[in-house]
């Protein structure tokens, strides 16, 4: 799927190089506000890159615990009323269940695309239900999990014209790619590709698939990943040590530092089994 069109901008600039100085023109990532509404009511803003902006609506209600599932959500649509296309409704069936989930929502009425905790109005409201799980599957190579960056790497078209999004990739198990998504806020990049399942009604990467994220590995974004039921996060950066502590109570598998040939890991690496010296796995 190609990028959206008003995901980056052109602005003229001056460029310093060697010193000449020259007029030239830029792209640069846009960066707007969206407006999420859950049966009309107001439930977040969060500032992200324009683009599959239902998708992002409809993660944050699943990686936020208002949904538990695709089967609730009846339909996601940019409002009406919103005539810069900068709101979206989500319309989820008429249930005690739901209304409650809803209501107790914890978020403010503001997140910034840098953090997505920011909105949380208390530390006993940060990490949403989760379980751990159970089996460690899915099982993949080293080398399929450093293809697995080249390919996300190789897909990052937005941020080949910008330098200024995050990426997030959803594998299976066999490394095929499931979706790719670009934003200015990691965890919107997350939220996306989790709607897009959600949103097509797939449930077969649910505990066997890999996501793979430029930058770092937040809390947030393991959280995320937990409750979309993704066993193994890998990322091109470090992980905070509430992202390891959290992998390490939820027995999930965390990557860091992935690249071509390397990475580091922080947890779970039965997941990832590599061939001894004497050539048994």
Known sequence: MPPPKHASRIYPILRW?????????DHLTV??????????APVAVTMRTPG????????????EGIVSNAD???RVAVCDDSSDDNIVDVSLEDSDAVHRAVENSQRATYLSSSCGLCGKQTLDHIEQATRPFAHATPRITHAMLSELATAMRQRQTVFSRTGGLHSACLFDSTGSLIALRE????????DKVI???LL???SDYAEKSILVISGRSSFEVVQKAAVARIPIVAAVSAPSSLATDLAKRLDMTLVGFLRESRFNIYHGGERLPHRTDDGSD
């Not at 960066?31 to 009309?40: F, H, K, Q, S």
């Not at 992002?56 to 990686?63: D, E, I, K, S």
């Not at 934003?183 to 997350?190: C, E, F, K, L, Y």
């Open 195 to 197: 709607g897009h399942c």
């Open 72 to 74: 609730e959500i009846v």
């Open 17 to 25: 190089r060697d010193d000449c100085q020259s007029a030239v023109e």
């Open 200 to 202: 097509q009604r797939r």
């Open 31 to 40: 960066e707007e506000p969206l407006e999420i509404r859950v049966n009309g």
């Open 52 to 63: 599959h902006d239902e998708e992002l609506a409809a993660g944050f209600c699943l990686t």
């Open 183 to 190: 934003d200015i806020g990691r965890h919107n990049a997350v």
